[in-house]
T-cell receptor, first 111, second 114 residues
């Protein structure tokens, strides 16, 4: 299974864009990039996923490099409620539907 | 919205007890999962099920069993609880349409074994 590398922690000012990087240099062609976040004392929450193209939804944007070896999750206007641990996961749909979780990035949004 | 409900937010049990953790989802999802989450170790998959009465071992099944008698309900059983099973337990569900549907999580059960 492809592994991911994320910074342990990041800070962001409220109202600014938060850009969370993820490296997945061993990703293979049929593996998707998923992003989840976990707010303190809650279960993980799905944010977005993509295969090759950039994706956007009401929560965030996902930018995947052309070689697919890295990606960036963008929260366009971070709020205090976006303070959470963000997980980048490479998912192989054929791998018994298992997600392989790392330790994520702890994002602190500051007033 | 998908709702995954875990029966308890906090639970305290004693070593040797048989412990049942219950999870119910309301979206008719085929797949259901049980994870445990520990500081410094992240989420680890214990068991999952892709259909009623079907189960597959995850990465750390030892000391656990599961039951799925109905599609909406997935139970995790600690046959004889031990202190090293003190943890946060998370249940998730997903639909299976080509295998790329996201997992939806409950808010977890924080289990303490004394």
């Amino acid at each position: 299974d492809a592994k991911t590398t994320q910074p342990t922690s990041m800070d962001c000012a409220e109202g600014r864009a938060a850009n969370l990087p993820c490296n997945h240099s061993t990703i293979s062609g049929n593996e998707y990039v998923y992003w989840y976040r976990q707010i303190h004392s809650q279960g993980p929450q799905y944010i977005i996923h993509g295969l090759k193209n950039n994706e956007t939804n009401e929560m965030a944007s996902l930018i995947i490099t052309e070689d697919r070896k890295s990606s960036t999750l963008i929260l366009p206007h971070a709020t205090l409620r976006d303070t959470a641990v963000y997980y980048c996961i490479v998912y192989n749909a054929g791998n018994n539907r298992k997600l392989i979780w790392g330790l994520g990035t702890s994002l602190a949004v500051n007033p | 919205d998908v709702k995954v409900t875990q029966s308890s937010r906090y639970l305290v049990k004693r070593t040797g007890e048989k412990v049942f953790l219950e999870c119910v989802q309301d979206m008719d999802h085929e797949n259901m999962f049980w994870y445990r989450q520990d500081p410094g170790l992240g989420l680890r998959l214990i068991y999952f099920s892709y259909d009623v009465k079907m189960k597959e071992k995850g990465d750390i099944p030892e000391g656990y069993s599961v039951s799925r008698e109905k599609k909406e309900r997935f139970s995790l059983i600690l046959e004889s609880a031990s202190t090293n099973q003190t943890s946060m337990y998370l249940c998730a569900s997903s639909s299976y349409t080509g295998g790329v549907q996201p997992q939806h999580f409950g808010d977890g059960t924080r289990l303490s074994i004394l």
